[in-house]
């Protein structure tokens, strides 16, 4: 079985958010960088997973500058097989996904994995562009997946109740919380990922609709505003005037 897992950098959650003085461009000087952690703990582990149960090859990708090869090589160090980076800044998500969708066409992968989203812009978009680009079904939010016989059966989350479906292979899945486990790199697996291959190849053209205008930050939290339980007038005054919810 032959996977590609889509791998992305994100900062680490507790770094500082700041943006340039166009707003266009966020401030990387001081800050942790990770593999986002649903295209890592989830994505790629559950592919390592499939990939001992039935064998195979797991490719990872990144579309990124060549700062991003730390976690391309945590990637391999967790035991994915190859490496491609696509030498490019991912503008947005379409041109990410055409990027890949353009990469993946040319091979024959049985499974692509994107995690459900990235922890700094949540737009999880990627998959749905990947799949409608390659003409392949998504499987969505996926939290738990098995094979037989090339007919996949997932399962997830939905409100109210869980949701399982069918498809045969080959698929684009995203991948949810409980889709598989964190695994943590070993040092034979960090020393190994040094002579697996990562292979830099060039970005194609791509005519995105989308247009950066600026970022801005959330304005600042007001203080907590203590209320005396019993003074049930002033909690009745917050609710009208102020919160306007009754």
Request: aromatic share 6%; with cysteine.
């Amino acid at each position: 079985m032959n996977i590609l897992v889509c791998i992305s950098k994100t900062p680490d959650t507790t770094s500082k958010v700041s943006f340039d003085g166009s707003g266009q461009h966020y401030i990387e000087d001081g800050v942790q960088f990770i593999m986002n952690p649903y295209d890592e703990w989830y994505a790629l582990v559950r592919a390592l997973e499939l990939k001992e149960q039935f064998g195979g090859q797991v490719d990872v990708i990144h579309v990124g500058p060549a700062t991003s090869e730390m976690i391309i090589r945590k990637a391999l160090a967790i035991g994915a097989d190859a490496a491609y980076r696509v030498d490019a800044v991912a503008k947005d998500a379409y041109f990410t996904a055409c990027q890949i969708s353009d990469f993946a066409q040319k091979k024959n992968y049985d499974i692509l994995f994107v995690g459900k989203e990235t922890i700094d812009h949540n737009g999880s978009e990627v998959g749905s562009f990947i799949a409608a680009m390659l003409d392949l079904p998504l499987v969505s939010y996926t939290t738990k997946l098995s094979i037989n016989d090339r007919l996949v059966q997932a399962t997830n989350e939905i409100e109210g109740g869980i949701e399982v479906v069918e498809v045969s292979l080959p698929i684009v899945v995203s991948a949810a919380k409980g889709l598989a486990e964190q695994r943590i790199p070993n040092m034979k697996g960090i020393m190994d990922a040094k002579k697996k291959p990562l292979e830099i190849i060039p970005a194609i053209e791509v005519n995105t609709n989308i247009e950066l205008v600026r970022f801005e930050l959330p304005p600042n939290k007001s203080s907590v505003r203590m209320i005396d339980p019993n003074n049930i007038n002033e909690l009745l005054s917050v609710f009208s005037d102020d919160l306007k919810i009754i």
